[in-house]
């Protein structure tokens, strides 16, 4: 019997964070005994508290999880050497545009110190096609260790979507890829339990290429609506309504919206991260390249936009709503939002702004908080840009408060008509 054998039931989850958290909770609720590990000593301690930091799962699912001893939050990556299956869910950063894999290789780093025969090695992170087998294999295989033999080793990228109601973990279908068959079918035989569909393919590449191209094909044409955006301002067309009209053709045609360029922490990391991996054989994507061009002015234009309809104010005060990357997370990471209130700070105007959800934040060491939006505090501001749609969000307070509304999600769309408010690609001239 391999030694893992006698852990079955058992598993760990490297990385608590948005995507290693829910599913440490998903798996202890049906009926594993998980050990979610994290070098980040406050969120161990919070999840000992039965305090969740992330939206997606409640108090009372980490409560529940952690009372019945079904999820054991910790730092000790000594543990591995007693569970059946290991889980890699950390971050893969970019570094100026290029992947930054230090995560990856220092959990393979710790797994390999406490590797055990008969364990499955799954990787979640969303990476280039390759990082799997030419990455991660190369440091836990050694002469008494051989994948699809001593011990499996698989692909499957997440697909959860921070701040998503509608799509509970399980029932988001379960895209699979191993090192040999022997790997792909121990890491289905896990998933099976948990998922409501697995999706096998043929390697760890092709598992690593689905997400890369999911994230990339939205990427792409999420950035092709915000150019569509901009040269209708050009055109004086409005572009929500034509792409409420173009939405009318029951074939051939998938909305996408524009917004203040695309943030976060996968849809625009992802296509770089194929991106990178097509010029190490001296090839690239243009739609790529294209798509990252569009997105990276997309800051710049709103910010001159804001100016644009302030007119000749002179020491406007400006009031942001909304600084996540999407709606109701709590999560700034590369968001454009955030990139707008800095180059409209670094301006030197007098910024402000509210998020229900991120309190305070810090920008070049000084810290921001998030005012409370009154009546008075409407009326004070000389424009309000909608960054961010909440679902929260108090719009008819800004309807009948705000100076000049400048939405940049549409979020404005059933209000009624006004001189004071402007939408992003309305194609109105100020």
């Given at each position: 019997m391999k030694v893992a054998d006698k852990y079955k039931g058992k598993l760990a989850v490297i990385g608590l964070g948005f995507v290693g958290l829910p599913l440490s909770v998903t798996l202890a609720e049906k009926g594993f005994q998980v050990y979610g590990i994290d070098v980040d000593g406050r969120k161990i301690t919070s999840l000992l508290n039965k305090v969740s930091y992330i939206d997606d799962v409640s108090h009372e699912r980490l409560k529940d999880a952690v009372e019945t001893q079904h999820f054991i939050p910790t730092s000790?990556?000594?543990?591995?050497?007693?569970?059946?299956?290991?889980?890699?869910?950390?971050?893969?950063?970019?570094?100026?545009?290029?992947?930054?894999?230090?995560?990856?290789?220092?959990?393979?780093?710790?797994?390999?110190?406490?590797?055990?025969?008969?364990?499955?090695?799954?990787?979640?992170?969303?990476?280039?096609?390759?990082?799997?087998?030419?990455?991660?294999?190369?440091?836990?295989?050694?002469?008494?260790?051989?994948?699809?033999?001593?011990?499996?080793?698989?692909?499957?990228?997440?697909r959860i979507d921070p701040g998503n109601k509608q799509y509970a973990v399980t029932q988001i279908p379960k895209v699979v890829g191993g090192i040999t068959s022997a790997c792909q079918k121990a890491a289905y035989d896990l998933y099976s339990q948990v998922y409501d569909q697995v999706v096998l393919v043929s390697s760890a590449e092709a598992a690593e290429l689905t997400k890369l191209l999911e994230n990339t094909f939205r990427f792409i044409n999420i950035s092709f609506m915000n150019e569509m955006a901009v040269l209708c301002d050009d055109l004086g067309i409005n572009i929500w309504e034509v792409i409420d009209a173009a939405s009318t053709k029951p074939y051939g045609y998938t909305p996408f919206y524009p917004g203040p360029g695309i943030g976060g922490h996968c849809i625009p990391v992802d296509p770089l991260y194929l991106q990178w991996k097509l010029q190490q054989s001296q090839k690239s994507s243009g739609f790529i390249s294209l798509s990252d061009q569009v997105n990276d002015k997309m800051v710049t234009y709103v910010a001159e936009r804001t100016k644009e309809l302030l007119g000749e104010k002179t020491d406007p005060k400006i009031l942001l709503y909304g600084v996540t990357y999407k709606k109701d997370v709590a999560d700034i990471r590369d968001s454009t939002a955030v990139e707008v209130f800095e180059t409209i700070a670094e301006s030197g105007a007098d910024v402000s702004y509210h998020d229900p959800f991120i309190p305070v934040m810090t920008f070049h060491g000084?810290?921001?908080?998030?005012?409370?939006?009154?009546?008075?505090?409407?009326?004070?501001?000389?424009?309000?840009?909608?960054?961010?749609?909440?679902?929260?969000?108090?719009?008819?307070?800004?309807a009948q408060h705000a100076s000049i509304i400048f939405d940049t999600r549409n979020v404005t769309k059933n209000l009624p008509d006004a001189e004071s408010l402007f939408r992003l690609g309305d194609g109105r001239k100020v």
């Open positions: 000790d990556f000594g543990i591995m050497e007693h569970v059946q299956s290991i889980i890699v869910c950390v971050p893969t950063p970019l570094k100026d545009k290029n992947p930054d894999l230090k995560y990856v290789e220092s959990a393979g780093k710790e797994i390999a110190k406490h590797l055990q025969k008969g364990q499955l090695i799954i990787l979640e992170s969303s990476t280039f096609p390759g990082t799997t087998k030419d990455v991660l294999l190369p440091m836990l295989e050694r002469a008494d260790m051989k994948a699809g033999i001593d011990f499996y080793l698989a692909n499957s990228p997440e000084k810290e921001y908080k998030s005012i409370d939006l009154t009546e008075e505090v409407l009326k004070e501001a000389d424009i309000v840009v909608i960054l961010t749609d909440h679902s929260q969000i108090p719009l008819d307070l800004m």
